[in-house]
């Protein structure tokens, strides 16, 4: 197949949803397709990998992201030869590939990534929510409607697409990781004694933006709760974020300053050697719809400490895994915390089980099923065209 992936942001811009489609890429290209990354801005930047088309558009500040209206004479080019469209943001690229899937009869995929009404509420809370929600509801309809197949990462998350969009038809694929990567690192950069981590400390890690979406404010609350009673606590932070001077500088003015350690934005190849030297994950976001974080995590055999939410409790299974606190409420996140440094039998009984959890978000079980479904699309929308590649192959 000639696959198409569209996104509105990529590279070196680094979210869930860039490592989601960069690590798929891969997969797809081993399985013997020929895939196409699509993507707006950053011309200059030095791609590792074959076939990412990149159109020239504005940049949003130092968001990372791109702001265009038209896609580049390469990318029109190719449009019409590939077999299948598979967009993974419903407001710039989702909209603007429409008019294209219809005129060349293309068959159109989406995976709806987010929960776009609290990322609204995080950055567009100055405009009235009941207008705002419609407004979105209405964008990503559009894009549902006209899609041949909608992927979702978890079924709390069709749910919502169907609450918040009204559409029930969503297929639940779970997103999938690269297991090996982090079930068996290789040695990295760093080490526990060169963070200044002791033998006997209990280490918390959280990745991910530090930004108000992933309720980083809650988490920090927590941690700082728990470390009164947790001397030989750390939490690892790895990410960057609009609000990672302010995490920096909250954590400087608390008493336990010496018990947090910033390592900021990292290449994602860097994550599993950093991860292998943590305990526990951590995180206190709500916002997740089915979080590679977490399942990366799992996969180093890391329990994880969160709150019970779409996505994260279509992931961690309470007491397998991980432990759950009720809600985003002051004590949920940090008594799990003391409960689990305080326990390493627990800490490892959990452990074992997030790794066996984590085995069944393998590429072959999620990445390998979305191929599946590839094939049954494109055989649905254009039979003749799926002969020809039957009989080529």
């Not at 992936?5 to 680094?14: E, G, V």
């Not at 030095?46 to 209206?69: Q, T």
């Not at 990745?207 to 980083?216: A, H, I």
């Not at 728990?226 to 001077?245: C, E, F, H, S, T």
Request: aromatic letters at 10%; a negative charge; one cysteine or more.
């Amino acid at each position: 197949m000639r696959i198409g992936l569209f996104a509105d942001a990529y590279l070196p811009y680094i979210s869930g949803v860039t490592n989601h489609i960069r690590l798929y890429k891969r997969y797809f290209e081993e399985q013997g397709h020929e895939v196409y990354l699509f993507t707006f801005g950053n011309r200059n930047y030095p791609d590792d990998e074959p076939n990412v088309i990149r159109s020239l558009a504005l940049p949003w500040g130092k968001s990372g992201w791109s702001f265009s209206m038209v896609y580049g004479k390469e990318a029109r080019d190719l449009l019409p030869t590939l077999d299948l469209v598979h967009v993974h943001h419903p407001f710039q690229s989702g909209r603007m590939m429409l008019p294209y899937v219809k005129r060349y009869d293309l068959p159109l995929v989406f995976t709806n990534h987010t929960r776009y009404d609290i990322y609204s509420d995080a950055y567009g809370s100055l405009i009235p929510q009941a207008p705002r929600y419609a407004v979105l509801a209405s964008m990503l309809k559009s894009v549902v409607v006209a899609s041949n197949l909608v992927i979702c990462p978890s079924a709390s998350i069709a749910q919502w697409l169907a609450d918040f969009a009204d559409y029930p038809l969503a297929v639940t694929i779970p997103n999938g990781i690269d297991i090996e990567a982090f079930a068996h690192p290789h040695p990295g950069a760093y080490s526990r004694e060169q963070l200044g981590i002791a033998a006997d400390d209990v280490v918390f890690c959280y990745v991910g933006r530090l930004s108000p979406e992933k309720n980083t404010d809650y988490l920090f609350d927590e941690f700082l709760r728990a470390a009164r009673d947790l001397p030989q606590a750390k939490l690892l932070v790895i990410g960057g974020g609009k609000d990672l001077d302010a995490c920096r500088e909250r954590a400087l003015e608390s008493s336990h300053s010496d018990q947090v350690i910033f390592t900021g934005e990292l290449p994602y190849n860097e994550l599993p050697a950093l991860e292998a030297l943590a305990d526990v994950f951590v995180t206190g976001s709500v916002s997740e719809v089915h979080p590679l974080v977490v399942l990366e995590a799992m996969a180093a055999s890391l329990p994880v400490v969160a709150i019970t939410s779409p996505g994260i409790a279509d992931t961690v299974i309470e007491g397998v895994c991980g432990l759950l606190g009720a809600a985003p409420e002051p004590g949920e996140l940090s008594d799990n915390l003391v409960r689990i440094a305080r326990d390493a039998s627990l800490r490892a009984h959990l452990s074992e089980g997030a790794l066996a959890c984590a085995r069944q978000y393998s590429l072959d079980n999620t990445a390998g099923k979305v191929l599946e479904h590839y094939e049954q699309v494109i055989a649905a929308h254009h039979p003749k065209k799926r002969r020809r590649h039957t009989r080529s192959s």
